[in-house]
């Protein structure tokens, strides 16, 4: 009788432990779980933004695109513009040259109708 008594005694106090050890992995199990449920929500959030810079990464990437694009063609208009200006200087100092010979000492006279008859 006595030993089904320390039997029984050591059942019970086997049966504490394990209720004790479910109860702290029950607790501990929570406190997991909500810091899992933290993380995902984090995670979420970083998702969001990364997203969001995505898109903005695009936007300014696309902005950047259109400024070279035209800054490209100004440039290329302003090659133009600057090799039609040599011309047009060429040709004012051609103009002064023959002028100069055909109308010598009157040039200064005649010179604003001549320009004006060129240059329209």
């Known amino acids: 009788m006595a030993e089904m008594a320390a ?3 050591q059942s019970l106090r086997e049966t504490q432990e394990l209720h004790s050890a479910k109860s702290r992995a029950q607790a501990e199990t ?4 909500q810091k899992l449920e933290e993380a995902e929500s984090q ?3 970083l998702n969001k933004a990364k997203l969001i810079l995505s898109r903005s990464l695009e936007e300014v990437k ?3 695109e259109d400024e070279s694009r035209v800054r490209a063609e100004l ?4 090659r133009n513009l600057q090799a039609e200006l ?4 060429e040709q004012v100092s051609l103009i002064k040259a023959c002028s ?3 109308w010598g000492p009157h040039i200064n006279f005649y010179a604003p109708q001549l320009y004006r008859q060129v240059l329209l």
């Not at 929570?30 to 779980?33: C, K, P, Y």
């Not at 040599?86 to 200087?89: A, I, M, S, T, V």
């Open 7 to 9: 039997k029984l005694d």
């Open 30 to 33: 929570a406190v997991l779980s």
């Open 43 to 45: 995670l979420s959030q």
């Open 62 to 64: 696309a902005s950047m």
């Open 75 to 78: 440039q290329e208009e302003n």
């Open 86 to 89: 040599e011309q047009l200087r």
């Open 100 to 102: 100069s010979k055909m």
